[in-house]
């Protein structure tokens, strides 16, 4: 079955204790991309990444670090997390950058950061 | 500044038809894509619209004007499960290779018995 596949989906975690939040689709999509989405103010891009060790800095990108080793895999790093990184983080993929092809949205990571 | 309008709530009835209208301001234009969510789950992909017109897919229909900068999402015979977040969202013109989308704040549609 075509996927993204997120872990972990809950996460509750203290302020400062580094974590990631891996990211994984078996579709070969080229472009990969974080959202966080926060009540009142949508989906926000962190970073994102066009293929194989291109990632580029989203709307939201301090904070956060991501690493493109494999097509496969765009983890999301927070090396030291802070209460305002609480939020609803969702891994999108596609097959194309431009075009009618749709991004495929994994389910979702809830992260709490005390 | 590029920006995207919704209606933030709609309410409507079990076999009703609604519209959700989506209005973009953009320095230019490469596509709009309409997405459900529901509560505490992943968007998915309704729609693609890039030329002016109706696209019709079953129960959802999705209408462009790029003249006027605005979409409207169409939704027939309307169940309970429609209840959700609809989200507007348009590529960044002024992304190269067409990279980013720009996303409304989505339009939570209520559909009561």
């Known amino acids: 079955e075509a996927q993204v596949t997120q872990n972990p989906r809950y996460l509750i975690t203290v302020t400062g204790k580094k974590l990631t939040v891996t990211c994984s689709q078996n579709?070969?999509?080229?472009?990969m991309s974080w959202y966080r989405q926060d009540p009142g103010l949508g989906l926000r891009q962190i970073y994102y990444s066009m293929n194989v060790e291109v990632t580029d800095k989203g709307d939201v990108p301090e904070g956060y670090k991501v690493s493109r080793k494999e097509k496969r895999n765009f983890p999301l790093i927070l090396e030291s997390p802070s209460p305002n990184q609480t939020s609803l983080y969702f891994c999108?993929?596609?097959?194309?950058?431009?075009?009618?092809?749709?991004?495929?949205f994994g389910d979702g990571t809830r992260l709490s950061i005390l | 500044g590029q920006n995207i309008d919704q209606p933030t709530e709609m309410t409507a009835t079990e076999g009703a038809i609604v519209q959700i209208n989506c209005t973009y301001q953009t320095s230019g234009f490469n596509g709009l894509f309409w997405y459900q969510q529901h509560a505490g789950e992943a968007p998915t992909f309704l729609s693609y619209?890039?030329l002016d017109g109706l696209e019709e897919k079953g129960r959802f229909s999705s209408f462009l004007s790029r003249s006027k900068g605005y979409s409207y999402l169409l939704l027939k015979e309307l169940q309970m499960k429609d209840s959700a977040s609809y989200l507007c969202?348009?590529?960044?013109?002024?992304?190269?290779?067409?990279?980013?989308?720009?996303w409304g704040l989505g339009t939570s549609l209520a559909v009561n018995p």
């Open positions: 969202a348009v590529r960044d013109p002024n992304a190269g290779n067409n990279r980013k989308l720009i």
């Open positions: 619209n890039v």
């Open positions: 999108a993929s596609s097959s194309q950058v431009g075009g009618s092809q749709p991004q495929h």
């Open positions: 579709m070969n999509h080229e472009y």
